[in-house]
């Protein structure tokens, strides 16, 4: 215990906010490549990089790079150290993890079979900080894990939740705010699957829980025309917008205007045009401590 908090002390000078944030979305959220640390918070690959190296050699940072089924290798992927992990538990008052349990959570993130869909999840959020780091005004307020959504009360007091979305997110500027909870589809499940959690979705809502738009994040135009006539032969009533990852130029913006809302103008949105949709976003005097920060 005392060599633990010793090494803690020894590093902490050599931590940057930024390096902190690093570490506490890892503690939140598991596992982030590369490229998706730096599109959030660098200015340049090359800078961030550098960094990550520095905080793998001090032992903050564990790392894997998978191998592509058709030769060469994913970008390496990142999750806490033993160091790391000590460091956030310090942060938040609570007690160090074991080593062994450490290495263990490294072990289960990158065998994973969901570990695709959880780097997508993660990426849309990345992606939402990256468009704020390069658009002044513009803030992702906040970022919950499908796993801190799942705690009873999280989104109502005494609420125990039908819902079980891939994330939750807040996204701002000077002027909106919007609260949303985001569907990473990868075009595995039946249409039907997607319609059945809009009806747990209105029970959560009925249950007292915020109606917010409901983000099916799609892998393809097709699979979004298909959800759209789903919904509609489903009677879908609740707030929904949908948009694809890619286009011909390669992965879109989720904060851009690509955002196609159910029963709505065929015209695309912004995600900060869709403050309409659903309830508000609710006030930062409201918010519980969340996993953004």
């Known amino acids: 215990m005392a060599g633990s908090a010793d090494r803690v002390l020894r590093v902490q000078s050599r931590l940057t906010d930024r390096d902190r944030q690093i570490l506490g979305w890892l503690a939140d959220h598991d596992v982030l490549t590369t490229f998706h640390i730096a599109h959030a918070l660098f200015p340049s690959l090359d800078f961030a990089q550098r960094r990550l190296l520095t905080l793998h050699q001090l032992g903050l940072l564990d790392r894997f790079r998978p191998l592509r089924p058709g030769g060469g290798s994913y970008p390496w992927h990142y999750v806490l150290g033993r160091l790391g992990a000590d460091l956030v ?14 290495t263990a959570r490294a072990h289960r993130i990158a065998t994973n079979r969901n570990l695709g869909h959880r780097l997508g999840v993660n990426g849309f959020f990345t992606d939402l900080a990256g468009h704020a ?7 992702v307020e906040r970022w919950w894990s499908e796993r801190h959504c799942a705690q009873p009360g999280a989104f109502a007091a005494a609420l125990i939740s039908p819902i079980r979305p891939d994330g939750h997110g807040i996204m701002a500027d000077r002027h909106r705010r919007v609260a949303f909870f985001l569907e990473h589809d990868t075009g595995t499940e039946p249409l039907r699957v997607l319609t059945t959690k809009m009806a747990n979705y209105a029970n959560h809502a009925a249950r007292g829980g915020p109606n917010w738009p409901v983000l099916f994040w799609l892998h393809s135009r097709t699979r979004e025309q298909h959800l759209h006539h789903a919904l509609t032969g489903a009677d879908v009533r609740g707030p929904v917008a949908t948009a694809v990852q890619q286009d011909a130029d390669g992965p879109v913006d989720p904060a851009g205007p690509i955002w196609l809302t159910h029963r709505g103008s065929h015209a695309p949105r ?22 953004a920060n």
Do not use: F, K
């Open 133 to 139: 780091r390069t658009h002044p005004g513009t803030r």
């Open 270 to 291: 912004r995600l900060l045009d869709l403050t309409d949709l659903g309830d508000p976003a609710p006030t930062p005097d409201d918010e519980t401590p969340n996993e």
């Open 89 to 102: 538990a310090a942060s938040r008052e609570q007690p160090p993890p074991r080593p062994s349990h450490v």
